[in-house]
């Protein structure tokens, strides 16, 4: 009896450390939706792509992730629109996982100020204006959050430069 319980004590243990080893990051982000005047009323949709790379001979259980949008100065800019259903993390295989948020017009000018892309003191046909025209390529923003694989916690802090 107790050679059994070892041995599944013992199992679970390495199961936990070979866990430590995976990798959980954002592998992509984009907006789905150009900037015009219906995006610059209504908000823009983004699209986040997770990667958990699962490097040990086991399969794990996905319980949860949980990721929101922040400026670089921490302000919230998004929360998670849909929660992600529990799946199992293949053994030696990496998984991508999508997430939507929806940022508002008003937080994404925001971001665009705190990334001095617009000037806050432009009036707002010049923002406007600037905004059409813009390539927001550099635009930095930071994604907050973590998974939940079998019971394990793994926190998720990645800054985003578009």
């Known amino acids: 009896m107790f050679v ?15 866990l430590k080893k995976a990798s959980v990051g954002v ?5 789905l939706n150009k900037i015009n005047l219906d995006s610059l009323t209504q908000g823009f949709k983004t699209l986040t792509s997770v990667k958990i790379q699962n490097y040990a001979p086991y399969e794990y259980d996905l319980e949860q992730l949980k990721i929101d949008l922040y400026t670089p100065s ?6 998670q629109e849909e929660p992600i259903k529990a799946f199992i993390l293949e053994k030696s295989k990496s998984s991508y996982i999508k997430v ?12 665009l100020e705190e990334n001095n892309f617009i000037d806050e003191n432009e009036s707002v046909f010049d923002r406007a204006t600037t ?21 394990f916690t793994i926190e998720i802090n990645e800054l985003i430069t578009l």
């Open 4 to 18: 059994v319980l070892s041995w599944i004590i013992g199992r679970k243990t390495y199961k936990m450390l070979s």
């Open 27 to 31: 592998s992509s982000f984009q907006l």
């Open 74 to 79: 921490g302000v919230l800019l998004a929360k």
């Open 100 to 111: 939507q948020h929806h940022i508002k017009p008003d937080d994404f000018i925001s971001l």
């Open 131 to 151: 905004l059409l025209s813009m390539d927001l390529s550099g635009v930095k923003l930071t994604a907050k959050g973590f998974v939940v694989i079998d019971g």
